[in-house]
């Protein structure tokens, strides 16, 4: 039941543009995802509700098709900053969320 | 508020070995999980707590145990370790439903 995440790996120039993708064969009440730098925590970045409403923070855009089962997360003009592992994680109940295997990105000058 | 704290940071453990990895959280949350994490393979759910005296098994639940006897505590226990448990064990916390995931900083196992 863990979600699908492509592209497993993407390298970026700063400024280019990137998205990241998450499919699920369940049926979803939101989707979650997160950033994590190498030796840290992840940490949150937005969460897609069933229904429309989202949480997380104003400079990051995703989109969730509830019929699909599908979320991609929008990354514009990235930065330096911007490395690391994406996960996205799913929530099949209204109890646990499980994560994906991640998606490598590579910002470089 | 001091967040999501996990104790120990790093153990090395022999096999057959038993311990318990602390988390505790100071937000008062009612959702707890516990996930290993392993090169390749993200986040892997263990455990999960909706609530005080409530629990249930994740995606990868063989060879660990957990209690929630209060809301901010919520300990894994290693039965008899096994060097396939050699991993990064992520401790993370939510209000409910919905909601953001707060991280513990984790604990790095190394079991021989």
């Known amino acids: 039941q863990q979600p699908v995440q492509s592209p497993q790996a993407v390298i970026l120039r700063e400024g280019e543009d990137a998205v990241i993708n998450c499919s699920s064969s369940?049926?979803?009440?939101?989707v979650h995802w997160y950033r994590q730098k190498h030796g840290e925590a992840p940490v949150f970045l937005m969460i897609?509700?069933?229904?429309?409403e989202q949480k997380g923070h104003e400079k990051i855009s995703a989109s969730f098709n509830e019929k699909k089962q599908q979320s991609s997360l929008y990354l514009t003009a990235s930065q330096l900053s911007y490395s690391g592992t994406y996960f996205c994680?799913?929530?099949?109940?209204?109890?646990?969320?499980?994560f994906g295997p991640g998606t490598s990105l590579s910002v470089i000058p | 508020n001091a967040g999501v704290t996990q104790t120990p940071k790093f153990q090395v453990l022999k096999t057959g070995q038993s311990m318990t990895l602390q988390c505790a959280q100071d937000?008062?949350?009612?959702?707890m999980s516990w996930y290993r994490q392993d090169p390749g393979m993200g986040l892997r759910l263990i455990h999960y707590?909706?609530?005080?005296?409530?629990?249930d098994q994740g995606e990868v639940p063989n060879g660990y145990n957990v209690s929630r006897s209060t809301t901010e505590d919520f300990p894994l226990r290693l039965l008899s370790a096994a060097p396939s448990q050699t991993s990064v064990y992520f401790c993370?916390?939510?209000?409910?439903?919905?909601?953001?995931?707060?991280f513990g900083p984790g604990t790095r196992l190394t079991v021989t």
């Open positions: 707590s909706v609530g005080a005296g409530i629990t």
């Open positions: 369940k049926a979803l009440y939101s």
């Open positions: 994680g799913t929530e099949p109940s209204y109890d646990k969320v499980i």
């Open positions: 993370a916390s939510s209000y409910g439903t919905g909601d953001e995931q707060y």
């Open positions: 937000m008062n949350h009612e959702y």
């Open positions: 897609l509700l069933k229904g429309g």
